[in-house]
């Protein structure tokens, strides 16, 4: 266990938990073990400083999904590694044993965000491409960039850098200081977040073939409210740290609660130039079902750590301890990528 905040984290997932969700008898959604057959909540997962490095790292966090952590030592150098790459090993394909391990492909959280600069920098870099790369994969997204003012998308990207900057400043500011430095944050990542939420609706306004083009929109809501969410808890806010946190998973629930596997199939089947009937018709099915797959997986991860987000607070508020406190526990710790703990309520 660490403690600057107590007895609170455990460095690794109790092993009879993860033969249980190995068997089925526990279950995982977003940050969140569950007993499958009564639903009971047995835990939560909380992302720790070493897997922020990991995916605040351009070049690892591609690798780190492939690999789940089979060559760790390659995918980042610097003292995170070195200081440990036993545990991050370890703590990688327990992701992956748990079913979380897409976390680098959502830019979603275990727990409560510990982002740094680095993090958002990363996965706004990557929002920013995919959004610079959709006009060459749609025909029709030229006009819907021109609709959504392209320098006012980039503009808003510039603001998520620089709040995700001063909330990791507000970490070295006097407590006054940092207190009032991360309401700032958390009021101004508001805005951002509406803003993306309302661009990802107007695209999918025109109906679900738009689903690429609103994809980085997601991510950029959901990054937004982890944001948002963040800098509530560092100020101790930990009520109004769950209100924010219900009310972007129930922004992402409205814009793709309703896309599931057969919407989006149905949308790469209007593609096909086969006759219907034929043999190369219902290979094409398939093919358009396998294709959209991980798509759908992505929709549901982003939905699952989105309504969990802030899941831990209840259980922090339990046991007397500050989100604040548990926020610079998993933000010092140096080898182990997921910290668990365990639920002492019903």
């Avoid at 391990?101 to 920013?128: D, M, P, R, W, Y």
């Amino acid at each position: 266990m660490i403690g600057v905040a107590g007895d609170l984290f455990l460095r690794t997932i109790p092993p009879l938990l993860r033969e249980g969700v190995k068997s089925g008898q526990m279950r995982v959604f977003g940050s969140v073990i569950r007993n499958a057959a009564n639903g009971q909540i047995v835990g939560f997962l909380q992302e720790a400083a070493p897997l922020a490095s990991l995916l605040g790292n351009t070049t690892a966090a591609p690798l780190l999904v492939a690999t789940l952590g089979l060559d760790v030592a390659k995918l980042v150098q610097g003292e995170v590694i070195r200081a440990g790459v036993g545990r991050i090993e370890e703590g990688i394909k327990t992701l992956a044993s748990l079913g979380v391990s897409n976390l680098a492909l959502t830019g979603a959280n275990l727990g409560v965000s510990v982002v740094g600069f680095a993090v958002i920098a990363a996965q706004i870099h990557n929002l920013k491409r995919s959004v610079d790369g959709i006009s060459d994969q749609i025909g029709s997204v030229s006009s819907k960039i021109d609709q959504l003012q392209r320098d006012a998308i980039d503009a808003d990207f510039v603001e998520a850098e620089a709040l995700s900057r001063a909330y990791e400043e507000g970490w070295r500011l006097s407590d006054q200081g940092a207190d009032g430095r991360w309401r700032n944050v958390a009021e101004s990542a508001l805005g951002l977040q509406v803003r993306f939420e309302m661009r990802a609706g107007r695209v999918l306004a025109d109906g679900v073939e738009q689903y690429a083009v609103a994809d980085p929109f997601l991510d950029a809501l959901s990054l937004a409210n982890g944001l948002r969410v963040a800098a509530l808890s560092a100020c101790n806010e930990g009520t109004a740290a769950e209100l924010a946190s219900a009310e972007g998973a129930r922004s992402l629930e409205r814009l793709t609660g309703g896309i599931g596997l057969a919407d989006l199939t149905r949308s790469e089947t209007r593609k096909m130039v086969s006759a219907a009937g034929t043999t190369r018709w219902a290979l094409e099915q398939v093919k358009a079902n396998i294709a959209v797959r991980d798509t759908v997986q992505r929709i549901r991860l982003r939905e699952a750590f989105a309504a969990t987000r802030a899941a831990p607070l209840a259980e922090l508020k339990r046991r007397g301890v500050s989100p604040r406190d548990a926020l610079a526990e998993a933000r010092e710790e140096t080898e182990c990528p997921m910290l668990f703990l365990a639920n002492t309520g019903s």
